[in-house]
């Protein structure tokens, strides 16, 4: 058996290591930096833990959730674990003795906030110590694409700076590049190796409703379920307070919880919650982060998320002992009025409000939910999952290869550097001003789709970001990107299959490609790729493989 096997079994008491924890551990060990993407309840904690056991000297773990911290050490400490915490809201005193406890060896893991960490005192304090390991949990707080970004963790990029010899792993289940990226950017990592799991979570059912009568389906639906355990989240708190009493009126053991309760009170909700003497709760985001329970069976979604990871996270949340459990989204317009009204006031305006748009895109599609928020995550789903609302009512849909390697092919042409409109505008040959300024009339694909109208056009477009054929970069004005398998379509070796528009009467008359032959199409697509590729290789001075093989690109 392997020292990290042992310290498995010896302190957590399993057999057997969850898919990359090991591959993580070992890495670790080799001194390396790491980015782990593990899904809520992956197991990411053991990740750092274990490595920090079999290391001499003491781990520091920065976790943003205070409120966790205790809870997450006393869990260590009950194991035998030497754990223990240091954050603002202890006295003087008892950071004393903690300081002391770990010069004397009794502590190996230290939780810390992140204002501790870059604060003044704690850099000396880690000049005397022999740190093995940093390690940066629910890392995606700390980008200003994550909540919760607060200004003090764009220092902790120090840490690398400092001490440049210590591994640093950040640990998050947000799996979006653009955070990937900034995380990597605000800890300074040092060529991090990436683990990204697998985000399928195959025993969530998914199912998004109409967002009208919407209490009366909330009874209906509770009623199939009796006796089980369930989180409704609303977007404020008034609906919190007010859903958890109607629901109290009609005789269901439903309670609340928001930021606006004292301390205690949401301590208390939470383990009523945990211990199952309050099967239902409504809730704002502030419940759930870092929550352990296994038999959440059902999450509502009372209004929209405001964006695809928060929806991810929060159904995640149920079936985490991976038994079947179901989840419902009531989408209603109004709910985007209110989220856009939020986002008017924040900081990331472009940002926020496309990932709005791709969260209401899912809600509207008629394509397998789960392809949709796979190839979101940047994963592939093979064949439709047969557990979503999709699924389970399919809508026809026709041969659309031709159409999507259209699309794929001007998106190559134009660099991958255009937006969905004027992509389409150069499928359809417009005379535009922008167009013609640019020279995209020069390129070869325009006017090769002006049999298609151009709001059928952007219903193709979105079917194809859909289904994991194109991807938007959200920090570069939203230009459309291939991804692994739209080559695959370009070089046709995948056939793609498209949802028929309800204005269509048949599927659409389409001309194939270029009039060249497939294998002068095929080089001559591979020449467009290459030459991108150099040049992309040459602007961000990066090796030319690597620029494709990586989806954050
Ligand atoms: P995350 O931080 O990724 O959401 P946690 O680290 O909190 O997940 O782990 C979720 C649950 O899975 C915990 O109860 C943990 O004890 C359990 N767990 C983690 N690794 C293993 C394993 N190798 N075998 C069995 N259970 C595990
Ligand atoms: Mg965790």
Redesign the pocket.
């Known amino acids: 058996m392997s020292t990290a096997k042992r310290a498995?079994k010896k302190y957590?008491g399993?057999d057997?290591?969850?898919p990359l924890?090991d591959e993580v551990i070992q890495s670790i060990l080799e001194g390396e930096d790491a980015l782990v993407i593990?899904p809520?309840?992956?197991?990411?904690?053991?990740c750092y833990q274990i490595p920090a056991l079999m290391m001499e000297g003491v781990a520091i773990v920065v976790s943003p959730l205070i409120a966790l911290m205790k809870d997450q050490v006393e869990g260590l400490q009950a194991n035998g674990v030497k754990a223990g915490f240091l954050n603002s809201s202890q006295s003087t005193q008892v950071q004393n003795e903690i300081i002391e406890d770990i010069h004397e060896g009794k502590i190996k893991l230290l939780y810390v906030s992140p204002e501790k960490l870059v604060s003044q005192e704690f850099y000396y304090l880690l000049l005397q110590l022999k740190v093995n390991l940093f390690a940066v949990d629910e890392a995606h707080c700390i980008s200003v694409w994550g909540h919760d970004f607060r200004p003090e963790y764009s220092k902790m990029a120090y840490l690398k700076k400092q001490f440049p010899l210590v591994p640093v792993v950040a640990l998050t289940?947000t799996a979006d590049s653009l955070t990937q990226k900034d995380i990597i950017n605000q800890l300074g990592l040092n060529e991090p190796k990436r683990f990204l799991s697998s985000f399928d979570r195959p025993n969530l059912s998914l199912k998004v409703a109409p967002g009208k009568d919407k209490f009366k389906s909330i009874l209906g639906f509770l009623r199939q379920r009796p006796h089980q355990s369930g989180i409704i989240y609303c977007l404020s708190r008034k609906a919190c307070e007010g859903l958890s009493e109607k629901l109290r009126n009609s005789g269901v053991n439903a309670s609340y919880y928001h930021a606006g309760l004292s301390p205690e009170e949401r301590a208390k909700r939470q383990e009523d919650f945990i211990n199952d003497d309050i099967p239902i709760i409504c809730a704002t985001i502030a419940f759930g982060m870092g929550i352990?329970k296994s038999n959440v069976r059902w999450v509502i979604h009372y209004n929209l998320p405001r964006n695809i990871e928060s929806y991810y996270q929060e159904i995640g949340r149920a079936g985490r002992d991976g038994l079947k459990a179901d989840t419902l989204l009531f989408y209603s317009f109004s709910d985007v009025i209110v989220h856009r009204k939020f986002i008017e006031e924040s900081a990331l305006k472009e940002v926020s409000n496309a990932k709005l748009e791709r969260i209401q895109q899912f809600c509207d599609a008629q394509i397998c939910r789960r392809k949709i928020l796979l190839s979101y995550f940047g994963e592939h789903l093979e064949e439709d999952c047969g557990n979503c609302d999709v699924c389970k009512d399919p809508p026809k849909q026709f041969d659309g290869t031709l159409i999507a390697q259209k699309a794929l092919s001007a998106i190559v042409r134009l660099k991958e550097q255009v937006a969905a409109g004027t992509v389409i505008d150069v499928l359809r040959g417009s005379s535009r001003q922008e167009v013609l300024s640019k020279g995209y009339d020069k390129v070869k694909t325009y006017g090769a789709g002006k049999d298609v109208p151009h709001q059928d056009w952007q219903q193709y477009m979105l079917q194809l970001l859909n289904l994991g054929y194109i991807s938007v970069a959200y920090d570069e004005g939203n230009a459309l990107k291939l991804t692994e398998q739209s080559r695959e379509v370009l070089f046709g070796e995948r056939m793609v299959n498209l949802v028929h528009l309800a204005s269509m009467k048949s599927e659409p008359t389409i001309k194939p490609i270029v009039k060249t032959t497939k294998q002068e199409a095929r080089e001559g697509l591979f020449e467009a790729l290459r030459k991108l590729r150099l040049q992309i290789s040459r602007e961000e001075n990066i090796p030319p493989y690597l620029v494709f093989s990586d989806a954050t690109l």
């Open positions: 498995l957590f399993y057997k290591f969850r924890q593990m809520t309840g992956g197991g990411k904690s053991l289940a352990d």
